[in-house]
């Protein structure tokens, strides 16, 4: 079955510093994979994804992500943390040809001044 | 505004009450889906739909049931509520003519079993 790990539940960074969320993914078929961001008290929001072609995939609010097919990971990063996107972030799988998305726990991104 | 629309927002029930939670969207999607999120554990599938007349089981699906008349609506339903149904809701649609597995959400249903 696909599913995905998202290492730390809570990450903490200060304002300006690298943002560096982890992802793994589980998959016996090349898998799509997704970045989800949730602000308090709303729904998700689509930050990237990957399905084919280039490995290295930009997103909203400047963060990017790398498909590491040898290392089964799909991090999450952004080079200058803003105070703003402080939220917390989901990865997600989705397996070729059908629509269910497998989440992972969710890590809470905390950025202080 | 074309979107994901979710209704009650928030609600609480008394052990043993049923309720449904509505969903509605207006982009045409084939897909919509139902999650529950609970702290620590994500997201988590209650049941979905590939198109009206089509529903099956996720991850979570006992204690709910579906059914998918028409696209726009796919609402869920609580047939006795239990305090382990306490937890935030969400529907999701999304179309492979969009791209497969992106998702738009509803802002969520905030359920309170007592």
């Known amino acids: 079955a696909q599913s995905v790990t998202q290492l730390g539940s809570h990450v903490s960074v200060s304002e300006g510093a690298l943002v560096l969320l982890r992802c793994n993914y589980s998959s016996s078929v090349p898998p799509y994979l997704f970045w989800y961001v949730q602000y308090p008290n709303q729904g998700l929001q689509l930050l990237l994804k990957?399905?084919?072609?280039?490995?290295l995939v930009k997103g909203i609010n400047g963060f990017e992500a790398e498909f590491k097919k040898s290392e089964t990971s799909f991090h999450l990063t952004k080079p200058s943390a803003h105070m703003s996107d402080a939220a917390e972030y989901f990865c997600a799988v989705i397996v070729t040809g059908f629509q269910k998305l497998v989440f992972g726990t969710g890590t809470r991104l905390l950025v202080s001044p | 505004n074309a979107g994901v629309t979710q209704t009650p927002k928030f609600q609480v029930l008394k052990t043993g009450q049923s309720m449904t939670l509505q969903c509605a969207q207006d982009?045409?999607?084939?897909?919509m889906s139902w999650y529950r999120q609970d702290p620590g554990m994500g997201l988590r599938l209650i049941h979905y739909s590939v198109g009206a007349g089509i529903t099956d089981q996720g991850e979570v699906p006992n204690g709910y049931n579906v059914s998918r008349s028409t696209t726009e609506d796919f609402p869920l339903r609580l047939l006795s509520a239990a305090p382990s149904q306490t937890s935030v809701y969400f529907c999701?649609?999304?179309?492979?003519?969009?791209?497969?597995?992106?998702?738009?959400f509803g802002q969520g249903t905030r359920l309170t079993v007592v």
């Open positions: 982009m045409n999607h084939e897909y």
């Open positions: 999701a649609s999304s179309s492979d003519r969009a791209s497969p597995g992106y998702a738009f």
């Open positions: 990957y399905t084919t072609g280039a490995t």
